[in-house]
């Protein structure tokens, strides 16, 4: 499993543009409204990590995805199981939304 550091992302993002990528989001959704993530040019969706068996079919396999939650244990889960429905380009943002808020964008709440 890949993993991205919070402070290579957007670099990553970018270099994938054309693959139209996407962060995946799979906190809870009182976590996203108490400290949500933004990325200029970037797609951010948010499934819950509970909900993503039902809502698997909302994701497209062929595009970029890189899985997030708040210090990155869950996300990591929901990359493999990613990796083993036959998606083919996943990776974990380490660290997660706590990372990023204490390394990128200190505008997020940490919580």
Not at 76 to 90: I, K, N, S
Not at 102 to 109: C, S
Request: net charge negative; aromatic share 4%.
């Amino acid at each position: 499993m890949r993993q991205i550091q919070v402070t290579e992302l957007a670099a990553d993002c970018a270099a994938l543009a054309e693959q139209r990528p996407m962060v995946l989001d799979v906190r809870e959704d009182w976590e996203v409204r108490h400290a949500p993530m933004r990325l200029d040019g970037t797609e951010i969706v948010h499934i819950p990590m509970g909900h993503l068996v039902a809502r698997l079919a909302e994701l497209d396999p062929d595009r970029p995805v890189r899985c997030l939650c708040h210090h990155g244990m869950r996300s990591l889960q929901v990359a493999h199981f990613l990796e083993r429905q036959g998606f083919a380009d996943v990776a974990n943002i380490q660290g997660g939304i706590d990372a990023w808020s204490a390394m990128v964008d200190p505008g997020v709440a940490r919580y």
